[in-house]
């Protein structure tokens, strides 16, 4: 058997697992395929980031909290570092007003509300050596 006989004869596996995700509504009128695809992406996504953050990204992904979705989108953008959302630079993002972690009037960030104020400021570092 070649070896195009063999990848084609193998059924394609996920990178991550695809169960307990709940997705919202707007996922339901995905054909079959392309919803599947989701699953897949989204989980993925989901095994890559840090663990302390995947609840808001869950609630965000199950349509339950636009806040979530506006914490998660920023986390996401900076590397999942807290420090670097609130001294995020990119004025002309549609968030950025909205961003969790901005300082008040009085220059004191406030914290996210799913997070403790004594957390850490930022992701997981990689275990992954550097050559």
Known sequence: MT???????????TTAPTKNIKLSQVYQNLSPEAREKAINRIAK????MPKIYRGTY??????NSLRAAINAQCLECVQWQRVEVRLCPSTPCPLWPYRPYKPN???KAIP?????????????????SED
Do not use: L
């Open 3 to 13: 070896t195009a006989k063999k990848e084609a004869a193998t059924p394609a596996k």
């Open 45 to 48: 996504r989901r095994a890559d």
């Open 58 to 63: 869950d609630k965000a992904m199950a349509g």
């Open 105 to 107: 009037e009085t220059g």
């Open 112 to 128: 996210c509300s799913n997070q403790p104020p004594d957390g850490p400021d930022f992701g997981a570092e990689s275990k992954k």
